[in-house]
């Protein structure tokens, strides 16, 4: 990917920083933030750095809203990383941690934020279960999902299964452990592929040498961490929301895990 440039909303996108890929018969995907004006023009519709993969022939705009490419475009975060709690928006693909409000006859309305429209998620919507078999999920049960579909019209739909494939990926209800509140753009990092190289970061990788624990991130800026003990789901939550709030680099995240595994 290209170095970024920053975009306002209106402004024309010019040709030159279009992306050129090797293979000419793809076509070009416009990602969150663009809006195509006929017959050629490209607008962004939100301030944010533009991003470009010549590789797939994208481009989109990307900031710290929560909207993300589907695809899971490896990207930095061009907003300072202190930012925690601004507008998440419901995209399809997205996962989720999800807490569950109440249910109805064949829904359960789960909060992805403390201010916005609660999502359903149908009590069939697991791998494998029947009426007779579905979970029996109570308020304040949390639930890792993925948004099926998302409109500015209706209220989100979550499933706890890929939708490819129908299995449930380790999507379902979140027993034990915590919930910690991170950025958008650190969510978006840690479900990165590469979390060093493309995302920068490396606190999960150093405390895995120390600590046996598992994670769930949502892309609603929620994270999950459950380990051994509180004293250990506390320092691993408290690492990465440190990271985040700081914008530390790799050493400065080093010393930090260092500094909080000593205090165990």
Same mark, same amino acid.
């Given at each position: 990917?290209?170095?970024?440039?920053?975009?306002?909303?209106?402004?024309?996108?010019?040709?030159?920083?279009?992306?050129?890929?090797?293979?000419?018969?793809?076509?070009?995907?416009?990602?969150?933030?663009?809006?195509?004006?006929?017959?050629?023009?490209?607008?962004?519709?939100?301030?944010?750095?533009?991003?470009?993969?010549?590789?797939?022939?994208?481009?989109?705009?990307?900031?710290?809203?929560?909207?993300?490419?589907?695809?899971?475009?490896?990207?930095?975060?061009?907003?300072?990383?202190?930012?925690?709690? $601004?507008?998440?928006?419901?995209?399809?693909?997205?996962?989720?941690?999800?807490?569950?409000?109440?249910?109805?006859?064949?829904?359960?309305?789960?909060?992805?934020?403390?201010?916005?429209?609660?999502?359903?998620?149908?009590?069939?919507?697991?791998?494998?279960?029947?009426?007779?078999?579905?979970?029996?999920?109570?308020?304040?049960?949390?639930?890792?999902?993925?948004?099926?579909?998302?409109?500015?019209?209706?209220?989100?739909?979550?499933?706890?299964?890929?939708?490819?494939?129908?299995?449930?990926?380790?999507?379902?209800?979140?027993?034990?452990?915590?919930?910690?509140?991170?950025?958008?753009?650190?969510?978006?990092?840690?479900?990165?592929?590469?979390?060093?190289?493309?995302?920068?970061?490396?606190? $999960?990788?150093?405390?895995?040498?120390?600590?046996?624990?598992?994670?769930?991130?949502?892309?609603?800026?929620?994270?999950?961490?459950?380990?051994?003990?509180?004293?250990?789901?506390? $320092?691993?939550?408290?690492?990465?929301?440190?990271?985040?709030?700081?914008?530390?680099?790799?050493?400065?995240?080093?010393?930090?895990?260092?500094?909080?595994?000593?205090? $165990?």
């Amino acid at each position: 990917m290209s170095a970024k440039i920053l975009v306002l909303p209106g402004e024309e996108i010019s040709t030159d920083a279009l992306p050129k890929p090797s293979n000419t018969s793809i076509h070009l995907k416009l990602g969150p933030g663009l809006r195509h004006v006929p017959p050629s023009t490209i607008t962004p519709t939100v301030a944010g750095s533009l991003c470009v993969d010549h590789k797939r022939n994208a481009i989109w705009v990307e900031n710290n809203n929560g909207r993300v490419c589907a695809s899971k475009l490896p990207v930095f975060e061009l907003t300072s990383a202190n930012i925690l709690f $601004l507008k998440y928006i419901p995209q399809a693909n997205d996962v989720v941690v999800a807490t569950v409000h109440h249910s109805s006859t064949d829904f359960y309305h789960c909060a992805l934020t403390p201010y916005t429209t609660f999502a359903q998620l149908p009590q069939l919507a697991f791998e494998g279960v029947t009426k007779k078999t579905r979970p029996q999920l109570i308020s304040g049960s949390l639930i890792y999902a993925r948004v099926l579909s998302a409109s500015k019209y209706l209220d989100p739909e979550i499933v706890c299964y890929n939708p490819s494939t129908g299995k449930s990926d380790g999507m379902g209800e979140l027993k034990g452990g915590m919930v910690f509140d991170i950025s958008l753009g650190m969510a978006r990092r840690l479900l990165m592929s590469k979390q060093k190289e493309e995302g920068g970061l490396l606190v $999960l990788e150093e405390i895995a040498e120390k600590i046996p624990f598992e994670v769930a991130v949502g892309r609603n800026g929620r994270l999950w961490v459950n380990s051994g003990g509180v004293k250990e789901t506390l $320092l691993i939550g408290r690492a990465l929301q440190e990271t985040d709030t700081n914008g530390l680099a790799l050493e400065e995240q080093r010393k930090l895990v260092r500094k909080l595994l000593k205090g $165990l």
